[in-house]
């Protein structure tokens, strides 16, 4: 008689998509892979955007060379996980160029991984507005391509004078609601991959099932 076994802990993948290693955005990365870990007991692969070295996308490079190790190497590592977490800043208003570039790549796997995903996005920045302006468009293209991205995005302002020594926020409000948002994203995650009854049940946009071609060609 087959017995029921629980299911591990959740893998989330945590990105810190600045490629200064120092940066306010690997702090943030860093201190949310530990939340992660140690608020929900999930495994954390923490990484870093310079782990993943690509040029810039080239539709004759892809058709000559395939895609490149590191675009590979990024999918698997997100494939390997239920969850994805990025620590992204803004630059003009947007985001960073190399994250762009490494999702475009990326995008070009079939099946392309992050189609059904969860994604939590946060961001650092010395400015008043905290780096949210490149997690507007951060949205964009990691929602055409069928990813799940958490309506509440976490943006730390004046982050250089942010951090404590150990490594959590100087607010404890701010620190706070980023516990409470980084728990609640991955309940969510939760109820979607393990409980087949709430499966496929969760969606931000009403197109977000439609046949339409041209989506079917970005998610699939």
Not at 20 to 34: G, I
Not at 67 to 85: F, I, N, S, T, W
Not at 168 to 190: K, P
Request: charged share 25%.
């Amino acid at each position: 008689m087959g017995t029921d076994t629980a299911p591990g802990p959740m893998r989330v993948l945590v990105l810190g998509a600045s490629l200064r290693k120092d940066s306010l955005n690997a702090r943030l990365a860093s201190l949310v892979a530990r939340l992660v870990r140690d608020e929900a007991g999930a495994d954390v692969d923490h990484a870093h955007m310079d782990e993943f070295s690509m040029p810039l996308y080239n539709g004759d490079t892809e058709a000559g060379e395939g895609l490149p190790p590191g675009a590979l190497a990024l999918r698997d590592r997100l494939a390997a996980c239920e969850a994805l977490v990025i620590s992204s800043p803004e630059y003009n208003a947007s985001m960073p160029g190399g994250l762009k570039n490494a999702i475009d790549w990326v995008s070009r796997v079939q099946p392309q991984p992050f189609k059904d995903k969860h994604a939590l996005l946060v961001s650092a920045s010395p400015s008043l507005v905290g780096g949210n302006r490149g997690l507007w468009a951060l949205r964009v293209p990691l929602e055409h391509l069928g990813t799940r991205v958490y309506p509440d995005m976490f943006s730390l302002a004046r982050a250089h004078e942010g951090f404590t020594a150990d490594g959590d926020l100087s607010d404890g409000g701010l620190h706070a609601r980023l516990v409470e948002s980084v728990t609640a994203f991955l309940r969510l995650v939760e109820a979607d991959t393990r409980y087949v009854c709430l499966r496929r049940r969760w969606y931000e946009f009403l197109g977000d099932c439609t046949d339409a071609p041209v989506t079917q060609r970005a998610q699939d």
